[in-house]
């Protein structure tokens, strides 16, 4: 396992994270809270420690924590292991960055197909808005 910096990477309403271009997605999870919200996403790639990244306040964070923190379900959290679901296991990454979207950011996750990971706010006009998870081609 590769090690590689602690904590948080990016908070930032623009950033290209590169370190995983051309690695393939092992796993994704989805913690959601109790209305179905995507919170925080888990990525793990091939020869990575886990990350996490999520929206707040209107900018995209990146973190680093080398393992999965506090993954229990619960009344609030779900944690949904949305790998198969989404069809991602062993898609291999072409870039990932954050971009501004209208008064919010867009964490995107760009595939070697073209497809895409985004995950971004349902009404980007409205400041924090609730956050949505598509994949899009």
């Known amino acids: 396992m ?5 904590g948080r990477l990016y908070q930032e309403s623009e950033f290209v994270f590169d370190e995983f271009n051309g690695l393939k997605v092992e796993r994704i999870i989805v913690c959601q809270n109790a209305d179905s919200e995507p919170i925080l996403v888990y990525i793990k790639v091939e020869n990575r420690n886990w990350h996490q990244y999520f929206l707040d306040a209107g900018i995209g964070f990146w973190e680093n924590w ?8 619960d009344d609030e959290f779900k944690h949904i292991d949305s790998t198969d679901k989404l069809k991602l296991r062993g898609k291999r990454i072409s870039k990932i960055y954050c971009t501004k979207d209208y008064r919010n950011s867009r ?3 760009e595939f070697l197909d073209k497809e895409k990971l985004i ?7 409205i400041l924090d808005s609730e956050c949505e998870l598509i994949k899009v081609k």
Do not use: F, S
Not at 2 to 6: H, T
Not at 66 to 73: E, G, M, Q, S
Not at 119 to 125: A, D, F, V, Y
């Open 2 to 6: 590769a090690k590689e910096p602690r």
């Open 66 to 73: 080398d393992n999965l923190i506090d993954i229990d379900d």
């Open 107 to 109: 964490i995107v996750i």
């Open 119 to 125: 995950l971004k706010c349902i009404n980007p006009e």
